[in-house]
T-cell receptor, first 116, second 111 residues
Framework: DVKVTQSSRYLVKRTGEKVFLECVQD?????MFWYRQDPGLGLRLIYF???????EKGDIPEGYSVSREKKERFSLILESASTNQTSMYLC???????????????FGDGTRLSIL | GQSLEQPSEVTAVEGAIVQINCTYQ??????LSWYQQHDGGAPTFLSY????GLEETGRFSSFLSRSDSYGYLLLQELQMKDSASYFC????????????FGTGTQLKVEL
């Protein structure tokens, strides 16, 4: 079974802090994703990585950056945390695909981040 | 932009059939996936429609009509454990297995 592990289940930080959220997958997946989930808005893609050191912006990248130094690890960084970044953050991974075929995305249990 | 709309909440009784609709406003999707998420849990993949028509997997079926920009998830013989949130997600063209998720539907199954 694919396992996607997020480093913290709950996290409380203060405004202005630099925050790191870590995600590790154990299935040698090429693709990794960071989403935030807010009530009524579904899951929104923040950043996506299709290979080591490669990244693409998603729909809401402002205020975030990412790092992928190793294939199994994808980090989300809040450069200067703000209260509007209080949310549930979900990491996912999947195999590479193309031509309209889909590969299921496998999700971690999420990190509920509160910025005070 | 790309958006997928779903009803926010659906309630049904155990043993019944329920349909969760997903309408979208974009031409940039290869197909439509469905994910289930229990409270406090991770989303899990249910199904994918690459072509128009019905795909059946046990008690769950999913349907896609590209001409109508519309899909649905059909759950039969509802069980209490089906109470969860359900998300449709469009597979974006351009590669990378990227998805745009719908707003989500909370399904409540009652006795």
């Amino acid at each position: 079974d694919v396992k996607v592990t997020q480093s913290s289940r709950y996290l409380v930080k203060r405004t202005g802090e630099k925050v790191f959220l870590e995600c590790v997958q154990d299935m040698d997946h090429e693709n990794m994703f960071w989403y935030r989930q807010d009530p009524g808005l579904g899951l929104r893609l923040i950043y996506f990585s299709y290979d080591v050191k490669m990244k693409e912006k998603g729909d809401i990248p402002e205020g975030y950056s990412v790092s992928r130094e190793k294939k199994e690890r994808f980090s989300l960084i809040l450069e200067s945390a703000s209260t509007n970044q209080t949310s549930m953050y979900l990491c996912a991974s999947s195999l590479q695909t193309g031509g309209g075929r889909v590969r299921p995305q496998h999700f971690g249990d999420g990190t509920r981040l509160s910025i005070l | 932009g790309q958006s997928l709309e779903q009803p926010s909440e659906v309630t049904a009784v155990e043993g019944a059939i329920v349909q969760i609709n997903c309408t979208y406003q974009t031409s940039g999707f290869y197909g439509l996936s469905w994910y289930q998420q229990h409270d406090g849990g991770a989303p899990t993949f249910l199904s994918y429609n690459a072509l128009d028509g019905l795909e059946e997997t046990g008690r769950f079926s999913s349907f896609l009509s590209r001409s109508d920009s519309y899909g649905y998830l059909l759950l039969q013989e509802l069980q209490m454990k089906d109470s969860a949130s359900y998300f449709c997600a469009g597979l974006l063209t351009g590669g990378g297995n990227k998805l745009t998720f719908g707003t989500g539907t909370q399904l409540k199954v009652e006795l």
